[in-house]
């Protein structure tokens, strides 16, 4: 669930603001998944931005300390997360260790880089979610490796219903700084996308699994 609508409009008010929200309705992008999709959000731009990454990650501080009170050490997922995690640690003065999707096949051949204590109570932080299987997929790893873990927080959602049945399946809460309707809205209003594009947003997000150009 987003945190609040009005943390939720400034998030995507930024993320426009920034051009991290990519279009290309007429050669869709193709998600790991396979889906395809017209539209892509790239936080990863949000690093690039000195006074948007400070903005955000400060609001997901302060949310962690709201939420997650007893909260000792951030979890960032790998490779998306691990720069805003990083800030977000850094401004609770937390520890903080990323989650690579699988394993290294060489070294410590280490799947959490860094260091976490068995029973620790963990919030992990990424930068999007869509169907949320890479996501769980860390936080897996985590219970794995014996830590508590609290929740999660994320810049965006897609909002997808596949994304909830499976944080609802893995039992883990989910919080999100902004989400798919407010992105779409404040874009509209910026005139970042026009009406045609609208409507195909539109169409792909009844059924983004089937849809087609």
Known sequence: MILSKDTAAKTAELLVQINAIKLKPENPFTWASGW????????????????????????????????????????????????????????????????????????????????????????????????GKSSLKATDALVEANANILGMIAIFTYGFKAADENFEANQIQLHTLSDYDHLIEQAVQSQYIDQNHLETLKQWRLSPSTWKQ
């Open 36 to 131: 395809k999709s017209p539209i892509y959000c790239d936080n990863r731009i949000v690093l690039s931005h000195p006074e948007v990454r400070n903005q955000l990650s400060k609001a997901m501080a302060s949310q962690i300390k709201e939420l997650y009170p007893t909260v000792e050490v951030i979890a960032g997922v790998a490779t998306g997360a691990i720069g805003i995690g990083m800030l977000v640690a850094q401004q609770l003065e937390l520890p903080f260790v990323y989650v690579r999707p699988e394993a290294k096949s060489h070294g410590r051949k280490n799947q959490i880089e860094g260091q976490l204590e068995k029973g620790k109570n963990v919030v992990v932080v990424e930068d999007l979610i869509s169907t």
